[in-house]
Structures are given as structure tokens and as C-alpha cells.
């Protein structure tokens, strides 16, 4: 809140208080751990204020719908609270309402992936010596 000395004393600036940056406000609500990396996703077009690319300094507004791409999770959200302050994660909980089909397409997902195979098999560690052998082979040629 930005407060001004003038003849009246206090005067405060009601624009400031319901405006904050986004990036600012996607590292308050624990979306991403560091500002840096915040920015970086909004630039990159992984986050898109009510279904557009916006700016890290986008002033977010109370009511916007937010789309935020995390890796391979997903999230759609409504801002319910504005902060620059990155408090505990109690209070970053109550600064957004994810939409239930979000939420659920993002467990469904998960899910499947759970119970998918590894992609590729696990290795025991170094190769013996007859794999060194067959590895040598396999590159070189049978000379």
C-alpha cells in the first residue's frame, strides 16, 4: 500500500492495493519457487492471463483467470487474494481457487502416469566386461 505525505497528511493510493505484478504474485502463491523462474515462465508463454500471453509486470487483478503450465501439470486458476509477500504455504493456499476439472484432469494424469512402465529399464550400474566387449563390437564393426 503506498502511502504519500501531502497537506492532508495521509493519502493513500487505492490502485496500488488491488494491483500487484504477476510475477510477483505466481511466486507469492508458491507456483514457482524463485521470482527468476517466474518470470521466465510467464515470458515463455506458460502462463496466460484470462487465455492470453501476458508480461511479468501484468498488473493481476482480483477475479482473473489464470492458466499455468508447470512441467507437465497444469493448472487453472482463479486469483482470489493478491500479495507480493511470499508467506507460508497456509497462506499461499488462499490467494487462488483451482477449478475442479483442473484439478481433476491434473490426478488423472497423474494416475496414469503411475501406473505406465518406466520408460527405460534400469541399469545395475557399470557394464562387466562382456558388455564393454559387445558395446566395442556393436560401435566399431567386426573387424
Known amino acids: ?62 477475479g482473473e483467470m489464470l492458466r499455468i503450465q508447470r512441467g507437465t501439470e497444469e493448472y487453472v486458476v482463479m486469483v482470489k487474494g493478491l500479495s507480493s509477500r511470499r508467506g507460508p504455504a497456509k497462506e499461499a493456499v488462499l490467494l487462488y481457487e483451482e477449478a475442479a476439472e483442473s484439478r481433476q484432469r491434473r490426478e488423472e494424469i497423474n494416475e496414469q502416469r503411475r501406473l505406465q512402465p518406466p520408460v527405460s529399464p534400469s541399469t545395475a550400474g557399470r557394464p562387466t566386461k562382456q558388455d564393454r566387449r559387445r558395446i566395442v563390437r556393436f560401435t566399431h564393426g567386426n573387424d
Open 1 to 62: 500500500m503506498a502511502v504519500t505525505q501531502r497537506d492532508d497528511r495521509l493519502a493513500v493510493d487505492a490502485d496500488s492495493v488491488v494491483r500487484v505484478r504477476l510475477d510477483q504474485w505466481l511466486w507469492a502463491a508458491r507456483f514457482f519457487k524463485t521470482r527468476a523462474l517466474a518470470v521466465e515462465a510467464v515470458t515463455g508463454g506458460k502462463v496466460h492471463v484470462s487465455g492470453q500471453r501476458s508480461k511479468p509486470s501484468h498488473a493481476i487483478r482480483l
